[in-house]
């Protein structure tokens, strides 16, 4: 009776299986419009062209000129627990961008670009300001359309594309570019600051609570090519920002390159927010195609109090690199770090935080949730550093992994260095499989095994998603239902 | 050529003059192995600068003094009385010394059922062929990336075989106590062959010193093989003083439900480096991996273990815990690896730092590899100060400060002491941890004994 019991449960357990790898990445389409692109290849005069096609000032071009210089001379890094295969960087189109007139109207864009994001279901239009969320739209390679811009503008908040910041705020930008994040930074840093092509500016002056919730969305939609944005956030004295940032891109059989930058700067009693729902499109059952997403995330709590937060739910790309860091140098700031990584079939995601203590009495916590399924690996990597006279810093750390399936690996590589004795620090991590008694329980209670396996992985991830804002939080949540019900094996 | 070069270049000089001396004494097994090892060292980079699994070990100004390197044995006059006319005298064991890396040749055949062998390791490759051909060398690839312990194959020449034959069971612990003596700078390279056949049981005693005040920079590993339900209970204590370096490698492999459990007691040394490499290689096997380090002044600490759960329902618990004052570093990293059909492994790591001054400093590297679904496995590891709340309520029965702090960390301490299973053994190394934490032993650069004189 009992095996019956045994035989029917795991019945159940493939059919769910098949339900869920069955879904397919629904955001795969892709748009026909018309793209304005360069010639394949990357030298120095690939760049010359990115820079004049954007009309930049001269010494942008200067910083991308030595970042690429510097670039020529790094190594890609190989110490992550990933598989990376050969990247053949002439191979890659650095500059795509969707063929439009020049304007702000939203009439004025192409109806197909309109189409793609009505699709994805992205807030473009005014008619939906009751979201109430601001949104530049990434595609390709440039900026499409942001919306909101002028409500902002009254509160004296910039929020815009990095062109446009290049042109109407050369100042800012110039002042707070490459700051956090060098151009020599690291390979993929060197590679993005020598052809980046747009991405969000941000700054909210001194005081200002910024009234709406920020959201970039990114899109990669032209075949060969590569995304490398750049997003600068400043929050200046005592203001506050919430920033959402989600992707998704067609489904292709061959890798795509991701490399992007954000940058992070956080002064004196302000706060930022910076929520990622990372779903690039992960590659095929077979783990054919994807994306490759090499991304550097910095950022700085210059004054004192400041506090930055990171909550990210990674469930797509082929291969995530990607290190979301906080350097905590004013006195008494504070940052956080929640994230949840599934991944499903073949994919490979290294991903974690730095939390580098410099001010006194900083504080951070780290809370990394990783799920693997089907034959991939998942590895949290972070590192808690505090410096020689650091007073009183705090760092507590808890990374669990949930392993759903025999074929996948789950990894954890925290680094602890500390210099100052009056630091406490504190890291724990545990790894396990959803517990048959935990199963169990609930089917006596006549929920569902499959229903039973949402309940835990939503508890599992619910110390993530809860700090996720609510228009995400729901989008998170669906993502991991898609990305994981069932694969329990 | 930088330093790092130069060590290199010197090693492969060294290893090219003295192969033929190398090769003196030693049987065929030892032998057959020394060039393909030294070029593995070579392979690996050379000596360990920058390394994932060195990254917190600075090894250059280890390895870059002017070192004397001994390729044949010069006998010692050890006066074994004079060492331990003042030991533990509730414990009793097998001595067996060495000198600087060498079998001593004033050791005693201690009373062992007949089929035990215990002899130096260049008598058994000359007397075991077919022992050292199934077991000298086999765990040292399993250790691939680390060159110093192909390092230590290529120019070992001596050190302690012990043979513990099947359904053996050693009533009285083994002890095997290192001796440093030299008039110059010396290198020295030891290498240790313990093999537990099916159901037998000992317990090893390894203890470090230097009985001389020259800088020494020893590369010691030691082998173990524990064949089905073999159990080994492994104590180290190292007890040096500053101007000698530790290179100590243990390279554990074990069978169905063999059990090899070890208590790692450092307390005293320049720079000491504990390489810990377990196999788990088939189901029910069992490891205990326990350490306290207790440092100061300049003194580097660095404990690096490597727990490969290769069969199922393997087990295996690791705890270091140490004790950092003045400009003290401890670097501490462990890996669990789980391998892809080790399920139901069960395996739990844990590292306590206790900072007690402003300019020690900690680095912890607690890893999990796991490639298993049905698993246990966790990790945890903290560094901070002595509590603030334990401190008053200490206070505030009367005792002084100093002597609340010294409960405090004796007890943090004794933790881990308290899993030694021989009582006299215990009572010693909780002595000397007080001693040490009243530093009252870094006075004494000799040995543990001596310090009782």
Redesign the interface.
């Known amino acids: 009776m009992l095996q019956a019991v045994v035989a029917f449960e795991s019945r159940i357990m493939e059919n769910i299986i098949e339900e869920v790898t069955g879904s397919d990445y629904k955001y795969g389409f892709v748009t026909h419009v018309e793209t304005d692109t360069i010639e394949k290849g990357l030298s120095e005069e690939t760049i010359r062209a990115i820079s004049a096609k954007k009309g930049e000032p001269e010494w942008l071009l200067e910083f991308r000129l030595k970042a690429y210089r510097k670039w020529l001379t790094m190594k890609m890094p190989r110490w992550a627990q990933l598989d990376i295969p050969e990247i053949d960087y002439q191979d890659i189109v650095y500059y795509a961008a969707p063929k439009q007139k020049a304007g702000k109207d939203w009439k004025d864009v192409d109806p197909e670009l309109k189409k793609t994001f009505d699709k994805l279901g992205i807030p473009l239009t005014e008619q939906m300001a009751l979201s109430g969320v601001a949104v530049d739209a990434v595609m390709d390679s440039v900026s499409v359309k942001t919306t909101f811009q002028e409500t902002l503008a009254e509160r004296g908040v910039i929020f815009c594309s990095f062109s446009e910041a290049v042109k109407n705020h050369p100042d800012l930008v110039k002042k707070y570019l490459g700051t956090v994040v060098p151009y020599a930074d690291n390979y993929f840093a060197a590679l993005n600051s020598a052809v980046f092509s747009d991405g969000s500016f941000v700054y909210i002056p001194k005081g200002v609570r910024c009234p709406m919730e920020l959201s970039t969305y990114f899109r990669i939609n032209a075949q060969n090519t590569g995304q490398f944005e750049r997003t600068l956030i400043v929050a200046d004295e005592e203001a506050y920002v919430s920033y959402l940032e989600g992707c998704t891109a067609p489904q292709r059989d061959e890798n795509q390159l991701h490399a992007a930058i954000v940058e992070i700067i956080v002064e004196k009693n302000a706060e930022v927010k910076y929520s990622t729902v990372q779903n690039w499109y992960p590659g095929d059952k077979e783990g054919k195609g994807g994306i490759y997403n090499f991304v550097t995330k910095r950022g700085i709590c210059r004054g004192e109090n400041a506090r930055l937060t990171w909550a990210q739910v990674e469930t797509g790309s082929a291969i995530t690199w990607k290190y979301p860091s906080t350097i905590l140098k004013g006195d008494n700031s504070v940052s956080e770090f929640y994230s949840v990584a599934v991944t499903n079939n073949y994919q490979q995601a290294d991903t974690g935080t730095k939390m580098i203590h410099i001010g006194n009495n900083t504080r951070s916590r780290i809370v990394s949730k990783g799920i693997s399924a089907g034959y991939s690996s998942n590895s949290y990597r972070g590192k808690v550093k505090v410096v020689k006279g650091c007073k009183g810093a705090r760092n507590y750390s808890q990374c669990d992994s949930l392993l759903l399936g025999d074929k996948c690996g789950a990894h954890t590589f925290p680094y602890l260095e500390i210099e100052d004795s009056s630091a406490q620090v504190e890291h724990e991590a545990t790894t396990s499989k959803i517990g048959e008694d935990q199963i169990f329980y609930c089917n006596q209670r006549g929920i569902s095994t499959e229903d039973a396996v949402g309940l835990i992985i939503k508890g599992y991830a619910g110390d993530v998603l809860n700090k996720m804002p609510m228009e995400f939080a729901v989008e998170a949540q669906k993502l991991l239902q898609i990305s994981l019900e069932g694969s329990i094996g | 050529m930088n330093d790092l070069e130069k060590i290199n270049a010197d090693f492969a000089a060294l290893f090219e003059a003295g192969y033929e001396q190398l090769q003196a004494g030693c049987g065929m097994g030892m032998n057959a192995v020394r060039k393909a090892a030294f070029e593995h060292f070579k392979a690996a980079g050379g000596v360990p600068q920058g390394k ?1 699994e060195y990254v917190y070990a600075n090894l250059v100004p280890v390895f870059g003094r002017d070192y004397n390197v001994v390729l044949r044995y010069i006998r010692q006059d050890v006066d074994l009385n004079e060492i331990f006319h003042c030991a533990v005298t509730d414990l009793v064991t097998d001595p067996i010394l060495t000198v600087n890396g060498w079998w001593f040749d004033g050791n005693l055949q201690p009373e062992l059922p007949e089929e035990v062998v215990i002899c130096s390791l260049q008598e058994a490759s000359l007397r075991y062929p077919d022992l050292f051909l199934k077991y000298y060398n086999r765990n040292v690839p399993a250790a691939a990336k680390d060159g110093l312990a192909s390092l230590n194959t290529a120019f070992a020449q001596d050190g302690v075989f012990i043979y513990v034959p099947d359904e053996v069971v050693l009533e009285r612990p083994l002890q095997i106590i290192n001796l440093l003596r030299a008039k110059g700078d010396l290198m020295a390279f030891q290498r240790n062959l313990v093999i537990l056949g099916r159901h037998a049981k000992a317990t090893l005693l390894v203890c470090d010193h230097t009985l001389s005040k020259q800088s020494f920079l020893v590369n010691n590993a030691t082998e173990i093989f524990l064949e089905d339900n073999a159990h080994l209970d492994y104590y180290q204590v190292q007890n040096q003083y500053l101007g000698a370096s530790q290179i100590n490698s243990v390279l554990v492999s074990e069978g169905k439900n063999a059990n090899f459990d070890s208590t790692l007691v450092t307390l005293y040394g320049g720079f000491i480096r504990n390489n810990f490499y377990v196999a788990l290689n088939d189901e029910g096997a069992e490891t205990g991996l326990y350490g306290i380090y207790i440092s100061d002044k300049n003194q580097v600490v660095d404990n690096f273990s490597y727990i490969d759960h290769v069969s199922p329902r393997c087990r295996s618990n690791e705890h270091f815990k140490g004790v950092l004052d003045d400009a003290a570093t401890a670097n501490f990293s462990g890996c669990i690896r789980v391998r ?1 059909d080790a ?1 139901k492994t069960e395996a739990y790591q844990a590292n306590n ?1 206790l ?31 002595i509590d603030e709340e334990a401190m008053f309520y200490l206070r505030s029965r009367g005792i002084g400060l100093e002597e609340a702090r010294m409960m405090m960390m004796f007890g943090f301490a004794h933790d881990i002491i308290q899993r030694v299973k021989l009582d006299p053994l215990r009572e010693q190394i909780d002595m000397l941890v007080e001693k040490r934490l009243r530093g009252e032993l870094s006075k004494c650069y000799n040995c543990m004994m001596q310090c009782r004189k």
């Open positions: 994932e892809p399920q730092n900072l007690i001054s402003d300019t020690a400093r900690v680095n912890s590297k607690p890893q999990l590899v796991i490639d298993a679904d049905d698993v246990k496995c966790s990790h945890g590891a903290t560094v901070g100060q």
